[in-house]
């Protein structure tokens, strides 16, 4: 497969009279904001956009983005990875009013005199698809402790009755 290099800013009125397309690998280093989330920044993100118009003569930018993240298990606090492959599908408007008047069903970006900022539409799309508490498939816990250092109450306070010990003696 062959990549286009990935414009920053494009001017998407171009893009769009020739029905263009967008085949293009992205480092994950050149997302400023994406950074945040993630546990480190190697890695590629793959883009493939469409510039069409649709059968209302909105200009339409769809497609897909997808990589694979590392990003910090909310439960352990180990790396683990995410496959991130959010759809595209966005209306590209000169203004407002226009945003407005479309009445639209999906999202829409704004394109200025000095084009559009189509790096920021990558990255607002990987960063919307992130999940809002990310933590390992299996059982993480398991996978890091392995149940060695892991302390129970009779190690914690010696000489005293494990808490469900003592809460089955009493259902007795």
Wanted: charged fraction near 30%; include cysteine.
């Amino acid at each position: 497969m062959s990549f286009d290099p990935f414009p920053e800013r494009i001017d998407a009125y171009q893009l769009f009279v020739g029905n263009s397309s967008i085949n293009s690998e992205i480092p994950l280093s050149r997302f400023k904001r994406l950074k945040d989330y993630l546990s480190h920044d190697k890695g590629l993100v793959q883009v493939e956009l469409n510039f069409n118009r649709d059968e209302n003569q909105y200009r339409r930018v769809s497609g897909r983005i997808s990589t694979k993240v590392q990003v910090l298990c909310q439960r352990c606090l180990q790396e683990t990875s995410l496959e991130l492959s959010p759809d595209v599908n966005v209306l590209v408007v000169s203004d407002d009013a226009e945003a407005q008047a479309m009445l639209l069903e999906c999202e829409s970006v704004q394109a200025d005199d000095k084009g559009l900022d189509l790096l920021a539409l990558v990255e607002d799309e990987l960063i919307l698809s992130l999940p809002i508490v990310a933590y390992h498939a299996e059982n993480c816990r398991s996978d890091v402790n392995n149940g060695d250092d892991r302390k129970s109450n009779s190690d914690i306070f010696p000489g005293k009755a494990k808490v469900f010990d003592v809460l089955r003696n009493l259902k007795k």
